[in-house]
């Protein structure tokens, strides 16, 4: 059995993860904690109060007692608000208050770009501008070449939390650029599990999302080589490449 423990901000799309759990077909575990969202807002103020030390420090104490292995805020943009290294940051103040290796959906993206030996990518966001910008710079600051970047201006997790199969392939279709060789969706808000080989197949490339990168980190940080090689669960799972672990909390 292994157990990766998930904190999760508030309600929009974590039922991704018990459809991970079936889709992985395994002794792996995803228990979800939900933190504080606070303001359900894609707004820079509010996803620094949504990303505090504090609020995901509440959560810890009863993913150990679920048994987790590795912890990660499944949180895009309340982990890459902060910048590259106050990003770094809060997932080391999570590892400490966890005693557990520790990462975000932020890092797993930048972890999964590499592990796909890819450096040109294309985001197809939800976020408003200002929002998506900064994840374009987070990107950047990993070693990333960021081709095209896409805004959808909404605001609440809330409304993209009820998109459906539709809306979803039709984000990542208008999010694609013909130079980018990885196409990242980063909204942890947003359904993508049922839909990551319908995203693999529409755009002939490999698709990223924010639900299925921090399944993939959780599971990397806790050693556990879940590999499927096949579709269900997109190109990333089936590439068991090893990926620095310097920003991760694994010190």
Same mark, same amino acid.
Request: glycine share 8%; charged share 25%.
């Given at each position: 059995?292994?157990?990766?423990?998930?904190?999760?901000?508030?309600?929009?799309?974590?039922?991704?993860?018990?459809?991970?759990?079936?889709?992985?077909?395994?002794?792996?575990?995803?228990?979800?904690?939900?933190?504080?969202?606070?303001?359900?807002?894609?707004?820079?103020?509010?996803?620094?109060?949504?990303?505090?030390?504090?609020?995901?420090?509440?959560?810890?104490?009863?993913?150990?007692?679920?048994?987790?292995?590795?912890?990660?805020?499944?949180?895009?943009?309340?982990?890459?608000?902060?910048?590259?290294?106050?990003a770094r940051e809060q997932i080391r103040?999570?590892?400490?208050?966890?005693?557990?290796?520790?990462?975000?959906?932020?890092?797993?993206?930048?972890?999964?770009?590499?592990?796909?030996?890819?450096?040109?990518?294309?985001?197809?966001?939800?976020?408003?501008?200002?929002?998506?910008?900064?994840?374009?710079?987070?990107?950047?600051?990993s070693g990333a070449e960021v081709v095209?970047?896409?805004?959808?201006?909404?605001?609440?997790?809330?409304?993209?939390?009820?998109?459906?199969?539709?809306?979803?392939?039709?984000l990542a279709r208008a999010g694609d650029?013909?130079?980018?060789?990885?196409?990242?969706?980063?909204?942890?808000?947003?359904?993508?599990?049922?839909?990551?080989?319908? %995203?693999?197949? /529409?755009?002939? +490339? #490999?698709?990223?999302?924010?639900?299925? !990168? *921090?399944?993939? $980190?959780?599971?990397?940080?806790?050693?556990?080589?879940?590999?499927?090689?096949?579709?269900? %669960?997109?190109? /990333?799972?089936? +590439? #068991?490449?090893?990926?620095?672990?310097? !920003? *991760?909390?694994? $010190?």
């Amino acid at each position: 059995m292994t157990t990766v423990g998930l904190l999760y901000p508030g309600h929009s799309a974590e039922d991704d993860y018990p459809r991970f759990e079936v889709l992985l077909d395994s002794d792996i575990r995803l228990p979800v904690v939900h933190t504080d969202i606070g303001e359900d807002a894609h707004r820079v103020d509010a996803l620094l109060r949504m990303g505090s030390a504090e609020r995901l420090a509440a959560g810890v104490e009863e993913l150990r007692l679920e048994g987790a292995e590795s912890v990660v805020w499944a949180c895009t943009s309340g982990s890459f608000v902060y910048g590259w290294e106050g990003a770094r940051e809060q997932i080391r103040s999570l590892a400490l208050a966890a005693g557990l290796p520790a990462s975000s959906t932020s890092f797993a993206f930048a972890h999964a770009v590499r592990a796909l030996g890819a450096q040109r990518v294309a985001v197809a966001a939800t976020y408003p501008e200002d929002v998506t910008a900064l994840f374009t710079a987070f990107l950047k600051a990993s070693g990333a070449e960021v081709v095209s970047d896409r805004a959808s201006g909404i605001v609440t997790a809330a409304e993209v939390g009820t998109w459906g199969r539709d809306e979803v392939l039709e984000l990542a279709r208008a999010g694609d650029h013909p130079d980018a060789e990885v196409v990242l969706l980063p909204d942890t808000a947003l359904h993508t599990a049922a839909y990551l080989r319908d %995203l693999e197949d /529409l755009l002939g +490339k #490999p698709v990223l999302t924010a639900n299925q !990168v *921090t399944v993939w $980190e959780g599971l990397r940080l806790a050693e556990r080589k879940a590999w499927v090689f096949g579709p269900k %669960l997109g190109t /990333l799972f089936a +590439k #068991p490449e090893s990926i620095p672990t310097e !920003v *991760t909390g694994r $010190e």
